[in-house]
T-cell receptor
């Protein structure tokens, strides 16, 4: 059972903006950087956002991340059909030595 | 091009063992910490284990501690996961993932995974 809570689903029409929340605690998000991954089942997960709000090269500016206290969020603007995937937040948890935790995951559907 | 390719998955009975491998190419494998992450059917991603570049420091998730062993062979650009005393709940796709340099402690490169099924 993950210590990072995400909504199970989010949806929008093409062009809309979708926001995914990730709620944790002082021992994980509150004290460490948050990363976001995009995953299409059967494929390799992809790093989307690192260190709270940084985009790796090649990731469109439509994807943005933020963090405040023990919560973080991922925003997808200008939603496209190709964005339909599962999205996970992740970080280290200081309460359990050496434990890296993923969020519960959010399925984004483009209507 | 940097690449990770997992292998070694298969069907095994409860209590059995499997050894997963991850072959790295296109980058200086010996310089990077590595991880195993799994995804059970219908479930989310779960981190399994971490090993530093020199193998000096190793971490495990509580769910596999004492049963799984992570290791690496830098001369052969390979990462391994020895899985013993397997249980039905270990059934999952297992991914190897690189701790990216310049990406904080994010996993910047992943393989496509290998499926391990534990069933009688």
């Amino acid at each position: 059972q993950s210590v990072l809570t995400q909504p199970p689903s989010a949806s929008g029409t093409p062009g809309q903006r979708v926001t995914i929340s990730c709620s944790g605690s002082n021992s994980n998000i509150g004290g460490n950087d948050v990363h976001w991954y995009q995953h299409l089942p059967g494929t390799a997960p992809k790093l989307l956002i690192y260190s709270n709000n940084q985009r790796p090269s090649g990731v469109p500016h439509r994807f943005s991340g933020s963090k405040s206290g023990s919560s973080a969020s991922l925003a997808i603007s200008g939603l496209q059909s190709g964005d339909e995937a599962d999205y996970y937040c992740a970080t280290w948890d200081n309460s359990l030595h050496g434990l890296y935790v993923f969020g519960t995951g959010t399925k984004v559907t483009v209507l | 091009e940097a690449q990770l390719v997992e292998s070694g998955g298969g069907l095994v009975k409860p209590g059995g063992s499997l050894r997963l491998s991850c072959a790295a190419s296109g980058f200086a494998f010996s310089s990077y910490p590595m991880n195993w992450v799994r995804q059970a059917p219908g479930k989310g991603l779960e981190w399994v284990s971490h090993i530093t570049s020199s193998s000096r420091t190793i971490y495990y998730a509580d769910s596999v501690k004492g049963r799984f062993t992570i290791s690496r062979d830098n001369a052969k650009n390979s990462l391994f996961l020895q899985m013993n005393s397997l249980r039905a709940e270990d059934t999952a796709v297992y991914y190897c993932a690189r701790d990216g340099s310049g990406y904080g402690d994010a996993f910047d490169l992943w393989g496509r995974g290998t499926m391990a099924t534990v069933s009688s």
